[in-house]
């Protein structure tokens, strides 16, 4: 079964990840002028990724499912699935102007499910690294850890002045402006309890533990980047970066789905 899965996941994660590249790259091509126009290339990006947070949302809660109710990691799963969840709903909102050929409005109601999405998942990243430190996982001394998140933080913090100043320079209205902002300046939020995971895990490098929560760290990363690209795109108009925008999301959840979907794989054998 879980070979099966990833006969299906992988390919076609790849194959519309390329899609979407190959429009910004060559996008008065006649695949992209005649039979894939920009509409229906929105509506497929709507239904991917809402598949895809789909699968990593019921992936999650299965993984929960399949834990005892005194394991540690089992609370975790609780708010990984609900957080997934939270961007399945701010997703389907969206999806309903993609799909009918719609500007979508931002900022909109989805901005709500899409915000509390990041404390949860937040949450979420936190209690794995305890669940793991009572485990008994190598997770280095104070001062080790201490350093790496020191490190991190310092690194997301200037990554973040430079590339997010222009947006904030834009002339664009205040709420539009800190949201355009805000996920980005989240997103690199949630790589600091994901250093300290990836920390623990290297230790398992080559295993399935440790390939699972690779995968899953270069999900947030890509969708750190597609949160950047959709700032540049909505505070300095810079349209060429759309369909960047929808690869860099569609690879993002699709790593996120099958990172996730590895762990099940582990906690369900």
């Known amino acids: 079964m879980n070979r099966a899965v990833d006969r299906v996941l992988w390919p076609s994660l790849w194959a519309a990840t390329l899609l979407f590249v190959g429009w910004g790259v060559v996008p ?14 929105i509506a497929v990006a709507a239904i991917v990724k809402l598949a895809l947070l789909g699968l990593g949302a019921v992936w999650s809660g299965q993984a929960r499912g399949s834990l005892d109710v005194e394991n540690p990691v089992r609370p975790a799963w609780t708010l990984l699935a609900s957080g997934l969840l939270c961007n399945v709903i701010g997703q389907a909102m969206l999806a309903r102007y993609q799909l009918l050929g719609q500007q979508a409005p931002f900022p909109s109601v989805g901005d709500v499910f899409w915000l509390l999405a990041y404390p949860l998942v937040g949450a979420a990243l936190v209690r794995f690294v305890s669940a793991y430190h009572q485990a008994g996982y190598p997770m280095g001394s104070r001062a080790e850890r201490a350093g790496l998140l020191a490190v991190t933080a310092t690194v997301c913090a200037v990554l973040s002045f430079v590339v997010l100043r222009p947006v904030v320079l834009a002339e664009m209205p205040p709420l539009d402006k800190a949201l355009s902002a805000a996920y980005p300046l989240l997103d690199m939020a949630l ?38 690209l959709f700032a540049y795109f ?11 925008v929808h690869g860099a999301y569609i690879l993002s959840y699709g790593l996120i789905a099958g990172g996730v979907r590895k762990h099940l794989a582990l906690v369900a054998s």
């Open 191 to 228: 790589l600091v309890p994901l250093a300290l995971l990836l920390r623990t895990t290297w230790h398992f490098r080559g295993g399935s533990v440790g390939t699972a929560w690779i995968v899953v760290l270069t999900g947030f990363v890509f969708m750190c980047a597609g949160d950047v």
């Open 28 to 41: 008065r091509a006649a695949l992209f002028t005649t039979v894939l126009s920009p509409s229906r290339l």
């Open 234 to 244: 909505t505070a300095l108009g810079q349209t060429g970066l759309d369909p960047f």
